[in-house]
Antibody, heavy 115, light 107 residues
Framework: QVQLKETGPGLVQPTQTLSITCTVSGFSLTSYYMQWVRQTPGKGLEWMGFIRSGGSTEYNSEFKSRLSISRDTSKNQVFLKMNSLKTEDTGVYYC?????????WGPGTMVTVSS | DIRMTQSPASLSASLGETVNIECLASEDIYSDLAWYQQKPGKSPQLLIYNANSLQNGVPSRFSGSGSGTQYSLKINSLQSEDVATYFCQQYNNYPRTFGGGTKLELK
């Protein structure tokens, strides 16, 4: 069955870089778009960006300058990297499978930005 | 960006009651709308896509309707397991945007 799971650092210091891995099973990354969404106390659910089944990426302009999404299809993993973290980036980060609507989500990983 | 405005922000209803949640888009999204249910501590789960198509496995008491800029989610015969926060999301344009959520509680 389709499964997604995010793995993140938990705590990140301000100005540092966040790295999260999404490991998937039950489907191929070369057949589906993979999206990143976060949920913060300040802004609720925010779409961050995605990587297409062919490997190209699109980003929300809110994050474009500091966000990078990549993948390793041999390991069934998708990666999110975001630099210059601020306290407002504290929240839960989700990967989700979607071409349009998000039909499967991971459980999310909580990220706290604090010194 | 397309702004999604949900109403009400919170709602209290009794078991067996019918509930309606509204979602207004700032421009025509041509039925490219999804509804999600999120229970505390869990990720959102897809209920409805294309404004009115029921996702596999979702109980038939959930239904969606609407067109243009106005959409709604209806829950018939409210059950205790429906206590959750509900979000709408448009996928007509980038960036994908979500409504602020409607928190549904039992009266």
């Amino acid at each position: 069955q389709v499964q997604l799971k995010e793995t993140g650092p938990g705590l990140v210091q301000p100005t540092q870089t966040l790295s999260i891995t999404c490991t998937v099973s039950g489907f191929s990354l070369t057949s589906y778009y993979m999206q990143w969404v976060r949920q913060t106390p300040g802004k609720g659910l925010e779409w961050m960006g995605f990587i297409r089944s062919g490997g190209s990426t699109e980003y929300n302009s809110e994050f474009k300058s500091r966000l990078s999404i990549s993948r390793d299809t041999s390991k069934n993993q998708v990666f999110l990297k975001m630099n210059s973290l601020k306290t407002e980036d504290t929240g839960v980060y989700y990967c989700a499978r979607a071409h349009w609507y998000f039909d499967f989500w991971g459980p999310g990983t909580m990220v706290t930005v604090s010194s | 960006d397309i702004r999604m405005t949900q109403s009400p922000a919170s709602l209290s209803a009794s078991l067996g009651e019918t509930v309606n949640i509204e979602c207004l888009a700032s421009e025509d999204i041509y039925s490219d709308l999804a509804w999600y249910q999120q229970k505390p501590g869990k990720s959102p789960q897809l209920l409805i896509y294309n404004a009115n198509s029921l996702q596999n496995g979702v109980p038939s008491r959930f239904s969606g309707s609407g067109s243009g800029t106005q959409y709604s989610l209806k829950i018939n015969s409210l059950q205790s397991e429906d206590v959750a926060t509900y979000f709408c999301q448009q996928y007509n344009n980038y960036p994908r945007t979500f409504g602020g959520g409607t928190k549904l509680e039992l009266k």
